[in-house]
């Protein structure tokens, strides 16, 4: 046996009872984030509201929230969600209705619902992100050669999709929008939906994309500053230079954890919207690496589980691992993306980093359900090995077999 073959077999989790790369990988994101939170908000609560350590606690209890709803959610049967999935996306609606009618209104965007009895505001996008997923998962599972083969089974999912997406520009949510619609389009083309839908819709997107662009000056003004943040850098671009700043005195090492300058009032949501510019600033880009290769472990795991569970035929289990592997991936890419000055900017949380008890929460199920999948996938697979009075099942196909 090879060395590579036997790091391999090392490193696999083919006997676990799940995969503990992805719990690694996550459990890893939510203990940096909560470091880093507690270091880059530790200036602004203490002027805020004379204690440094206000916003490292009010995270701390997120965690313990979010790692209770992972833990429900974890002990919930797959079948339960597939059944309620059309419920699940009636309660998204309705909260996203409800946060233009009775929302909380924040730096002119009107997202978050207060809650009585709560110790933090619930963000409409988050809760309907998962539920969206769920249900088109459930969708897929049901009428699957139906969206291979018809146009009207193909675009009742983007019709669901476009009223979501409607709603959220009321708020508006530019950022939840093109999230959600990058993880729908990419459910549907691991569904196996034919590309030359995709190529009309692109078109489309593309077309809309722009007359929304140009329809209001600040879109353009945020386009134009991406573009060269530097030409208006004390207005349009400030955020972005002052994120490019961070990320320049970071260098290689970084400047020592705690040691941020940009942190200490020069950079705008530095806990919660460009926690990554600090963590590149403190940890430097070394660090900053391994951030992105945690992220990107995360989602080549989430891949693995929908792939498990598809070619154990679980199709259910399988479209939600793709959903939530794609929906986390692309929030993961923006925030960064934004950060570094590769996209406009976006008003996107860094997903199980950055501050903000419902993407914490959310998030923190989303893994517990991937583990979930993953388990009844395992089971499943057991189940069809040789049994002890020598009858054989069906044999695993080769690529789970050999899967880490």
Excluded at 145 to 161: H, I, S, T
Aim: aromatic share 10%; with cysteine; net charge positive.
């Amino acid at each position: 046996m090879s060395r590579v073959s036997r790091l391999r077999e090392r490193l696999s989790t083919a006997d676990q009872a799940f995969d503990g790369w992805l719990l690694l990988a996550a459990v890893a994101l939510l203990l940096i984030g909560w470091v880093m939170v507690t270091s880059a908000s530790s200036e602004v609560a203490s002027s805020l509201t004379g204690n440094p350590w206000y916003f490292s606690l009010r995270h701390g209890i997120f965690l313990l929230l979010a790692l209770a709803a992972g833990a429900v959610a974890f002990r919930i049967p797959l079948a339960w969600w597939k059944v309620n999935g059309p419920l699940l996306l009636l309660v998204g609606l309705v909260l996203l209705l409800l946060v233009l009618l009775v929302g909380r209104e924040v730096n002119g965007s009107r997202r978050w619902l207060s809650v009585p009895g709560l110790p933090f505001n619930v963000q409409a996008s988050e809760v309907a992100k998962f539920c969206l997923i769920v249900y088109l998962a459930g969708y897929l599972e049901r009428f699957l050669p139906e969206v291979r083969r018809q146009w009207g089974a193909f675009l009742r999912p983007l019709v669901v999709m476009a009223v979501i997406a409607g709603l959220l520009i009321l708020e508006p949510d530019y950022g939840a929008v093109v999230v959600m619609t990058g993880a729908v389009m990419g459910m549907l083309l691991m569904a196996g939906a034919p590309w030359g839908r995709f190529l009309v819709l692109l078109l489309l997107v593309v077309a809309l994309g722009a007359l929304a662009a140009v329809a209001e000056p600040y879109r353009m003004a945020r386009l134009t500053s991406f573009a060269d943040p530097w030409a208006d850098q004390f207005a349009s671009g400030y955020q972005l230079t002052q994120a490019l700043i961070a990320f320049g005195r970071g260098q290689w090492l970084g400047m020592g954890l705690g040691n941020s300058v940009q942190k200490l009032f020069y950079l705008p949501e530095a806990h919660t919207d460009f926690v990554f510019a600090v963590l590149a600033e403190e940890l430097g880009l070394l660090g900053a690496i391994a951030v992105v290769g945690l992220f990107a472990l995360l989602i080549w795991r989430a891949m693995a589980v929908g792939r498990r569970a598809e070619l154990a035929g679980l199709a259910f289990g399988a479209y939600l691992g793709y959903g939530f592997a794609l929906v986390i991936g692309a929030q993961a890419f923006i925030n960064i993306a934004v950060s570094t000055g590769m996209l406009p900017t976006k008003g996107l949380t860094l997903p199980l980093l950055s501050y903000g008890g419902s993407s914490l929460v959310v998030s923190c199920v989303m893994i517990a359900l991937l583990l979930r999948a993953d388990v009844e996938t395992r089971q499943s697979r057991r189940r069809v090995q040789p049994t002890a009075s020598g009858r054989h099942r069906p044999p695993e196909p080769e690529d789970a077999q050999h899967d880490l």
